[in-house]
C-alpha cells in the first residue's frame, strides 16, 4: 500500500519571529510563528516543522517559549530542531509540544546521540536533517561523484551551523550512516535550492531517496506546486516541504493539495 504523500509547512525562527533566506542567508521577516502554525493547520498541512536557525551557531537553547506557544495552537504531527545537542534537549522539546525532534550539527558532533534519541523516545521521533551544498572540483576520491567528467563533476558536502561551516562528509554516505545509527526520517534541504523558488535539487533528492530507506522529505527551493509535483514524480520522497510558497501566500496548503490530487498524487484531502 502506497502511503499519501504529506505537504509540510517549515517555520524557520529567528529571535522569535518566522523569517526567509536565500542560500542560508539574506534573512527577511516572514512573520509570527503562532499565528502562522495556526493558519496552515487550518489550511490542512499534513505536518508543521519548526527550526530555530540560529541555535546552533550561536551555542543557546532553542526557544521553548515559542515551541510551546505554537503546539497549543495546531493538532498535526510537530517536528522541532535547532540547538539540541543532548538527550536533555530533546526530552525538553518533546514535553514543549514537539512530536519528534530534528538535528544536524549534533549528529555530525556526536553521531551516538542518533542512537541515544532513538533507543529511548523511539525511531519515529528521530529526524536528522541534512544541509547539502554542491562541490566542484578538487580531490572525489570516496565521494559519490555526479555529472560525468570534467568541471561538471561534483559532489555534495554536509553543511553544519546553519550552513555556515561545511564537514567534509559526503551526503549520499552520510544518510545511509544516519539511517544505520536509528534515524526514523531524513529532511534533506539543498542549500543551492534554498530560498530561489527554481524547485528542488531532484539530482541530490533522488540520490538520497536511492541510498536510504526510510521516509525522506524534500526541502529547498519550492516556487510553486508544480515543484511539489515533480520531486513527488521524480525522486521517491515521502514528504515535501515548503516555506516561501505559503508564508508569502503565492500558494495555500489546501490550493496545493487539490492541484497535486488532480495530476495523481495520492495526498490526504
Not at 508543521?48 to 505554537?70: E, P
Not at 518533546?94 to 555530525?108: E, F, H, P, R
Not at 530507506?213 to 520522497?237: N, R
Request: proline share 2%; aromatic share 6%; glycine share 10%.
Amino acid at each position: 500500500m502506497t502511503l499519501a504523500k504529506r505537504i509540510i509547512p517549515c517555520l524557520d525562527v529567528d529571535s522569535g519571529r518566522v523569517v526567509k533566506g536565500v542560500h542560508f542567508a539574506d534573512v527577511k521577516d516572514a512573520g509570527d510563528p503562532v499565528e502562522l502554525a495556526k493558519k496552515y493547520t487550518e489550511q490542512g498541512a499534513d505536518e508543521l516543522v519548526f527550526l530555530d536557525i540560529t541555535a546552533s551557531q550561536q551555542g543557546r537553547d532553542i526557544m521553548k517559549n515559542v515551541v510551546k506557544k505554537v503546539a497549543t495552537v495546531i493538532d498535526i504531527p510537530f517536528t522541532v530542531g535547532g540547538g539540541i545537542k543532548k538527550l536533555e534537549d530533546a526530552r525538553e522539546i518533546l514535553l514543549s509540544g514537539a512530536d519528534k525532534v530534528s538535528i544536524n550539527t549534533a549528529a555530525v558532533k556526536n553521531p551516538e546521540l542518533i542512537t541515544q534519541l532513538m533507543d529511548i523516545f523511539g525511531k519515529q521521533c528521530v529526524v536528522v536533517a541534512i544541509d547539502a551544498k554542491r562541490r566542484y572540483g578538487g580531490n572525489m576520491e570516496g565521494r559519490t561523484v555526479f555529472g560525468g567528467r570534467g568541471k561538471d563533476r561534483h559532489w555534495f558536502e554536509v553543511m553544519i551551523y546553519g550552513g555556515k561551516e561545511g564537514t567534509g562528509l559526503d551526503a549520499i554516505q552520510w544518510a545511509q550512516k544516519v539511517e544505520s545509527l536509528g534515524a526514523g526520517e531524513i529532511l534533506l534541504t539543498s542549500i543551492d535550492a534554498d530560498g530561489t523558488e527554481n524547485g528542488y535539487d531532484i539530482e541530490l533528492t533522488k540520490a538520497i531517496c536511492s541510498a536510504a530507506t526510510v521516509p525522506v522529505i524534500a526541502s529547498g527551493g519550492c516556487g510553486s506546486a508544480k515543484h511539489m509535483l515533480d520531486v513527488f514524480e521524480k525522486a521517491d520522497v515521502d514528504a515535501a516541504l515548503a516555506a516561501s510558497i505559503f508564508h508569502y501566500e503565492k500558494s495555500t496548503v489546501d490550493k496545493v493539495k487539490k492541484y497535486l490530487k488532480r495530476k495523481g498524487v495520492k495526498i490526504r484531502i
